[in-house]
Nanobody, 125 residues
């Protein structure tokens, strides 16, 4: 089992920066990939970025590469999503998720066994 708890969401002005955190517990941290997903109002949940916590490899959805960075701190079993200069398109509920068996590169919504509760990000101008 893996438990995931997101934090760091809130209301941020367009152009500022924001860092989301996902604290993981349960299974050995570097034994499974973790990803960030988001769901905007009226839209389906979509993948944003994933990381292999063992190798450090990262993968991004093409449309978000420019402003979002996924990273992890193995010492405190936490994965981050850094948002720089967010715009209205970044407003959503952000979730972290993990797969029991699989790869970071192959993650998608349906492949994830474990989900956090989500953290809301609102962008104002």
């Amino acid at each position: 089992q893996v438990q995931l708890v997101e934090s760091g969401g809130g209301s941020v002005q367009a152009g500022d920066s924001l860092r989301l955190s996902c604290a993981a517990s349960g299974r050995t941290f570097n034994s499974y990939p973790i990803g960030w997903f988001r769901q905007a109002p009226g839209k389906e949940r979509e993948i944003v970025a994933t990381t292999n916590c063992s190798t450090g490899a990262t993968y991004y959805t093409d449309s978000v590469t420019a402003r979002l960075t996924i990273s992890r701190d193995n010492a405190i079993t936490t994965v981050y999503l850094q948002m720089n200069s967010p715009t209205a398109v970044n407003a959503a509920v952000y979730y972290c998720a993990a797969v029991g068996i699989g790869t970071a590169q192959g993650m998608y919504v349906g492949s994830c066994n474990f989900w956090g509760q989500g953290t809301q990000v609102a962008i104002y101008s």
